[in-house]
């Protein structure tokens, strides 16, 4: 088990990710969950409306349905900010275990990327949308209590420090090292 983080370490470590990039920052890690609890880090990924992020589980066992029961198209992608998961996670190998897809060195805050902000990721644009990201019981599990009511805080849920939910606009393809910038 890993150490969690206490509150005033937190607390601490928020000035690291206040400072994070607000126009243009980079895709610092890639994941899949191919199954439930099964995590994937890739180096190169293609995403599509149809499918988020191809290999993903989305497609066949999303959380969230549509009412004719398909998965819905408002939480195919999640993006989290880097700077935040490095915090929580301490070591880079613990990041995956968040069961986000692109980990990213973006200012994620609903300030800087309002519902509808659409952003460019390699050949790929995502679209921001309204549903809000927030931690499960794995993520406790994972990164602690203090983590979980963290992120949760008011201004933890401004600055969406648990991520946020994107949906493909443009179908395309993403690396480790692309530039995302607000488009």
């Not at 088990?1 to 928020?14: F, K, R, V, W």
């Not at 992120?151 to 395309?172: C, D, F, H, T």
Request: aromatic residues 6%; charged residues 20%; contains cysteine.
């Amino acid at each position: 088990m890993s150490h969690h983080l206490s509150e005033s370490e937190l607390q601490a470590g928020l000035e690291s990710v206040k400072v994070s990039p607000k126009d243009q920052g980079a895709v610092e890690m890639i994941v899949i969950r191919p199954r439930n609890r099964e995590r994937l880090v890739l180096t190169e990924c293609e995403v599509s409306a149809a499918l988020g992020v191809h290999g993903d589980m989305w497609a066949d066992g999303c959380w969230k349905k549509l009412p004719d029961g398909s998965p819905h198209p408002d939480v195919q992608i999640t993006l989290m900010n880097s700077r935040c998961i490095a915090l929580l996670a301490g070591d880079k190998n613990r990041w995956s275990l968040a069961g986000d897809q692109f980990f990213v060195d973006l200012d994620l805050s609903m300030d800087n990327l309002p519902v509808g902000q659409q952003l460019s990721i390699g050949t790929a644009i995502l679209q921001i949308t309204d549903i809000a990201h927030t931690g499960c019981e794995q993520f406790i599990e994972r990164y602690g209590k203090a983590a979980k009511a963290w992120v949760n805080s008011p201004l933890g849920k401004q600055m969406r420090l648990r991520g946020i939910y994107a949906r493909v606009i443009q179908a395309g393809f993403i690396k480790t090292g692309d530039a995302i910038a607000k488009i």
